[in-house]
């Protein structure tokens, strides 16, 4: 079975600050993409960053970074220098045959 | 990026009529297209996936009869709810996959609220 896995139900970090976002998942295929995408008050779904498994180098969009490890099926978001808009829910997702999402982590930037 | 529409945004219905939301690629297409649930502070619940031109694929517990999708075109699938009741006021969201540059990104739309009284 795949599933994706996100630990942190809530998270909360004071603006300027940087937090991390945790991420697992657990697939057969060898070939996949990984994602974050946030979703705020709005409800509209923005791709924060995206990762494809066979690349070793991890992904970066601008303050937004991942610490992809594919042995331990790993994919964590590192949100650098924090702003009001980062505000949340933050949703790691997998696709290979099939999109998955992680329960979601909401986190709220504390000014 | 590419762009996917979704409309109304919300909807308010009575109990017993049926409502169909629209979901529009606008600027490619869509022989995917995705219908998902999601209720208050929780994650995308997978409805069905929907395929131009064929049936759609329903997860399991979803009822056939109750949502309606009709993917007539590679730009256009409808989520018809049908009877609505108060148990099926939810956020319901649309995505779709675009195979341009084979990213495997799933593409958004706005979202549709829907409460039925």
């Known amino acids: 079975a795949q599933t994706v896995t996100q630990s942190q139900p809530e998270m909360s970090v004071q603006e300027a600050e940087t937090v991390t976002l945790s991420c697992t998942y657990d697939t057969s295929e060898s070939n996949y993409y990984l994602f974050w995408y946030k979703q705020p008050p709005s409800r509209q779904m923005i791709l924060v960053i995206r990762q494809e498994a066979y690349k070793q180098q991890n992904a970066t969009e601008n303050r937004f970074s991942v610490n992809f490890q594919k042995a331990a099926k790993s994919f964590s978001l590192k949100i650098s220098d924090s702003q009001l808009g980062d505000t949340a829910m933050y949703f790691c997702a997998f696709t290979g045959n099939q999109f998955y999402f992680g329960t979601g982590t909401s986190l709220t930037v504390i000014p | 990026g590419a762009v996917v529409s979704q409309h109304p945004s919300r909807v308010i219905c009575k109990s017993g009529t049926s409502v169909k939301i629209e979901c529009r690629s606008l600027?490619?297409?869509?022989?995917?297209m995705f219908w998902y649930r999601q209720f208050p502070k929780q994650s995308l619940m997978l409805m069905a996936t929907?395929?131009?031109?064929?049936?759609?694929?329903?997860e399991q517990g979803v009822e056939k009869d109750k949502f309606l999708i009709n993917h007539a075109s590679l730009t256009l699938s409808t989520l018809t709810v049908t009877s609505a009741h108060p148990e099926d006021s939810s956020f319901y969201i649309c995505?779709?996959?675009?195979?341009?540059?084979?990213?495997?990104?799933?593409?958004f739309g706005e979202g549709s609220r829907l409460t039925v009284l």
């Open positions: 600027d490619f297409q869509a022989t995917t």
């Open positions: 929907s395929n131009e031109g064929s049936k759609a694929t329903y």
């Open positions: 995505s779709a996959e675009s195979r341009q540059g084979a990213s495997g990104e799933l593409f």
